[in-house]
Nanobody, 129 residues
Framework: QVQLVESGGRWVQPGGTLRLSCAVS????????IGWFRQAPGKEREGISC????????YYTNSVNGRFTISRDTVKNTVYLEMNNLGPEDTAAYYC??????????????????????WGQGTQVTVSS
């Protein structure tokens, strides 16, 4: 079982930058993919980025590609999501989640929630002026 704890969400003005953190704990973490998802009010939870913990392979959806950067620190067992040029459309609760996937196809895995069995509690990001 994997445990995840997100932090870093807050209010930010349009055009601003935030870095979210996801502290990961558990065993055999090298076999896991960590995904970032977000859910805006009245909308479905969407996958936006993910990373493999063993070799750092990354995936981004089109909506965040070029603005968001995912990274991992294997010493701290923490995954980060650096978010730049934020807009009101990025306002949402952000969640990190873990999927056991030794040989993942990230473009298929990371766009759906059903492959991810462990979830953090979420952190709120609000972008407004």
């Amino acid at each position: 079982q994997v445990q995840l704890v997100e932090s870093g969400g807050r209010w930010v003005q349009p055009g601003g930058t935030l870095r979210l953190s996801c502290a990961v704990s558990g065993s055999h973490l090298e076999y896991y993919v960590i995904g970032w998802f977000r859910q805006a009010p009245g909308k479905e939870r969407e996958g936006i980025s993910c990373i493999t913990l063993d070799n750092g392979e990354k995936y981004y959806t089109n909506s965040v590609n070029g603005r968001f950067t995912i990274s991992r620190d294997t010493v701290k067992n923490t995954v980060y999501l650096e978010m730049n040029n934020l807009g009101p459309e990025d306002t949402a609760a952000y969640y990190c989640a873990a999927a056991p996937a030794p040989s993942p196809i990230l473009s298929r895995l990371c766009v759906h929630t059903h492959g991810f069995g462990s979830w953090g509690q979420g952190t709120q990001v609000t972008v407004s002026s």
